[in-house]
């Protein structure tokens, strides 16, 4: 397992992270093997939210109930959570009060005195910074946030707390896969008249997260797009999937791992956030971490996955 500094922290973090946002209805035992299955491919980075499970905290409660970390089994892993949305009302909340509430809520649910990332969790366009920067000193200062960072926010949206936040942004955690890449794709067409690949829709995330050392966490995947089904199979990618099949036998993966390897092979030194509850999966993601793609089949996956390369 490929691992790197956190930008921003002295954390050194594997650049494949375990999501488990479907974990509330599992048993203990389940839970067990998923998590140790990661822990064993070398994934120590497991990705939370308040909002995950069928009410507040539900799958942070219940992965502490079933791991029931010491401290010394705490410290192995690095444990990121989000705050920000109110599910019952469907609406963001980026107030001092909710994200304050939110990372105790958060605490007492793991059973953890520290949480080592938090993020904002989806854009609040009524944010005002100032609450955040006070709501990130206080949490700093207790030692109850080592880190913080948001998630599917674009570069002037970061701008905006970064004028008022004195820590610094580690993280943006990104929709990514193959299929579902307009972040990289536009940079490949850009200035190509009549093509709808070449729209500017994020002010150039991908570049500014570079430049700012802000570490892109891609979650989906093996999404094909907004949560309407997998890529990997699918009739819908026929040449997608005959391209992944080939590198899946050269590289002796299977195709998850080709899905992974597409892209951390990308020099911003993305983490990919699985969200599988299926331990095989994990594995065979995780070995995607350090698979050296070529140019030519990075390239070739791209295309065949329908985007332009002029």
Sequence with gaps: ??????????????????????????????????????????????????????????????????????????????IQSKAGIVKDASYFDFSHHHITESVNGSLRALGTDYLDVLLLHRPDALVEPEEVARAFDELSAAGKVRAFGVSNHTPRQLDLLRKHVTQPIVANQLQLSITHAPMIAQGVAANMQDLDQSIVRDDGIVDYCRLHDITIQAWSPFQAGFFDGPFLGSDRFPELNAVIDRLSDKYDVPAEAIAVAWITRHPARMQVVLGTTTPERVTAAALGSD????????????????????
């Design 1 to 78: 397992m490929k691992t790197f500094i956190l930008p921003g922290t002295d954390m050194v973090v594997p650049n494949v992270v375990l999501g488990l946002m479907r974990i509330q209805d599992m048993t203990d035992e389940a839970v067990r093997r998923l998590v140790n299955t990661a822990r064993d491919t070398g994934i120590t980075f497991l990705d939370h939210a308040d909002v995950y499970g069928w009410d507040d905290h539900g799958c942070e409660r219940r992965f502490a109930e079933a791991m029931k970390l010491s401290p010394s089994e705490r410290e192995q892993f690095v």
């Design 291 to 310: 698979i050296p793609l070529t140019r030519s089949e990075w390239y070739e996956l791209f295309r065949a996955a329908g985007y332009k390369v002029p």
